[in-house]
């Protein structure tokens, strides 16, 4: 494609010129015609020129004290990269310049105050990275709902949606401890804003008992029956319900109360998946290791309504 003139005038403002008395860029000139030129690169699928150009329109709009709108010229810069990528032959280094122009979408917008935004920029440059660089897009989450809960202690519970995405994203990866780390932080946010933690909770035992580790399963349990809004809910039955199943030794009897308990399906489809699998490893060894206590028993409940 020939150099594009809107192109050409936005260069020419940004340069010194004796000739025409510009000492310094003329970025509120220049800004607009970038936009223009990207916008014509854009429809032309000429995606590489088009991200310049959004990034050089980004540089204009924070010279001139417009953060927000630099970081929405940076998110279109980030859109035409992901574009030209797809064009390319090989994965490798892909995700790269899109985390760092999100990255730098996301600094813009919380320079602006908007950190909901800030946010959500990480996440999406994790979603583009789930399946190129699986560790970075784990660490894009984290850095996303760090951003909301840096700001106010359980505002980042609303944002349910990353949450979900980050702990799928570990589950994947099989970092299991990571995924509950991540469960039991949302369900501690969810409690202090006032909404029900419950499904988190369950989802936790369950990765816990996928990872064959019944003694933090039993853990997890334990602490999450302190917290009122769970103890009495269905969740907190079934998941110790599912213990005792577990203490019984027998695969068969665990496979059967998953299967007899509808709330296993109403979690989120990386859990769901887990819970269908059960039980992973030596059963008779998870059993010794969650001992021969009832849970429900010490509860006052009829493990026969469990069941």
Known sequence: MAQNEDYKKAEKLCKSSLLSFRMTPDWATATPLYEKAANTFRVAKDFDRARDAFEKAATGHSRQGSPWQSGKSLEKAADMEKEWSKAQQSSKGKGTRVEALYRDAALSFQEAGRHQAAAEALGRAAVHLEGIEPEASSQLYMDAINILADQDEGKEALSGDLFRQAIAGEIRLAKYPE??????????????????????????????????????????????????????SEEAQVAEGLIDAYRKGDAEVVRQFVASHSIFLELDNQVVRLARKLPQGDVKVLAASLGAHQLSAERGADEDDLT
């Open 179 to 232: 995924a509950v780390a991540l469960l039991m932080r949302f369900a501690a946010a969810c409690d202090s804003l006032g909404l029900r933690p419950c499904k988190a909770y369950l989802s936790a035992v369950i990765t816990w008992l996928y990872a064959q580790d019944g003694a933090q399963a039993l853990s997890t349990l334990q602490d999450a029956l302190e917290v009122p809004t769970f103890s009495g």
